[in-house]
């Protein structure tokens, strides 16, 4: 088992970098959905602690793909776990099923998962 990926290198190769575009991709579109509902929040009624919430998870998203770009761990546990919580924020909060975090999910265990397991042993 320990030797599947031996003659995997550190170097973050173009997979690594590809799936980790696509998932700032998809993450900064939900960031501008966001944005856009701060635009309308007077007329949507929308609390604004929720709006320091949902920001907050943008935030952390884009803090686990940077995590994830510097061989951390906790990356790669902290941006699926905030991906669901953004899309239960807004399932909860404003009835609304986001498909850019249905999609980000799906792009993060497939595609990103094929690249980053063999990266794994040199995250930290």
Known sequence: MNDEFADESPKKDIGFLLSLAALLL??????GIDFDEYLQKAELGIPDFYFVLIFL????MIVGLA???MYRKIGAYLFPAVVVLHFLLHNYYLSTFLYTDVTN???YITVGLLAFIP??????
């Open 26 to 31: 998809f993450s900064l579109m939900g960031a």
């Open 105 to 107: 999910l799906f792009l």
């Open 57 to 60: 998870t943008d935030l952390l």
């Open 67 to 69: 995590l994830i770009f």
């Open 119 to 124: 990266k794994w042993k040199f995250f930290k």
